[in-house]
């Protein structure tokens, strides 16, 4: 059972998660706030949706959906057993919340008994990057299949103009990051490798940050091949989305969909 102490400690963690995070993404709140609407709204007559949070972190998006939807059930899935550690003891007590470690470059992923039953919506944010090429078509091809009918998918991440035949947006949208990032920084907030280092250095997750070297070993540091926009697109239709698009904007960063 988690103590008080440790879902205190936790709960300061994500709300210092998000802090760092929108330091790199501005407008993050209003990315979560259209994901949270259209779920809602796209569930509405759903006695209790079933959320699928793909690649949670430490579920700063399932928390907001479940701000937004209360009677909703979230499974947040990850690959870092340290951000689910820290998932699992801020959401401890909460039933409408399971934690799944599980890995998209495994083939294997789906067969977790807690993704058997359909879900009316799966979202990710800032982090289906991280899949090389082949392996994002992979796991858009089976989210078709762990959807209902009418369910809706949702992937808010950056997605770089092309340097070469948008220079001017791709120019803009680089000053408009750092601009974001210097404000934030200057102000005070944590950057990624200082909120890495104070979870580093808690002895209540050690074991969770070991646990994390093994389960990453060198592949955070060479980053996959860059896809674009229309490569999510094509790939969502190929994978028999009825319906694949843009869902929100602001210059790089997109909410890209797809109904099932």
């Not at 990315?31 to 579920?59: E, H, K, N």
Request: hydrophobic share 45%.
């Amino acid at each position: 059972m988690t103590s008080t102490s440790t879902t205190t400690t936790a709960t300061d963690y994500l709300k210092r998660w998000d802090a760092q995070q929108t330091a790199y993404i501005r407008h993050r709140d209003l990315r979560f706030a259209a994901m949270a609407r259209i779920v809602s709204d796209l569930s509405g007559d759903t006695a209790r949706p079933r959320i699928l949070d793909l690649a949670s972190g430490p579920g700063s998006l399932g928390r907001a959906l479940l701000d937004e939807i209360p009677h909703a059930r979230v499974v947040m899935a990850d690959k870092d057993p340290a951000l689910l550690a820290i998932a699992a003891n801020a959401h401890a007590g909460d039933d409408r919340v399971e934690i799944l470690e599980t890995d998209l470059d495994d083939p294997g992923w789906t067969a977790a008994p807690v993704l058997a039953e359909p879900f009316d919506a799966i979202v990710s944010t800032t982090a289906l990057h991280w899949l090389r090429p082949e392996t994002l078509i992979r796991v858009y091809f089976e989210l078709a299949g762990m959807l209902r009918p009418q369910g809706v998918f949702l992937n808010g991440d950056h997605l770089a103009f092309d340097a070469v035949s948008a220079p001017t947006l791709h120019a803009l949208s680089s000053r408009d990051d750092e601009l974001q990032q210097q404000a934030a920084f200057s102000s005070g907030t944590e950057t990624w490798d200082q909120w890495w280092a104070a979870v580093g250095a808690d002895p209540d997750y050690a074991d969770a940050m070991r646990a994390r070297e093994i389960a990453w070993g060198g592949s955070l540091d060479t980053p996959p091949p860059k896809v674009t926009l229309g490569f999510h697109i094509e790939a969502l239709r190929c994978a028999g989305f009825t319906e694949a698009g843009t869902a929100w904007q602001y210059l790089d960063d997109y909410i890209v969909s797809g109904i099932r």
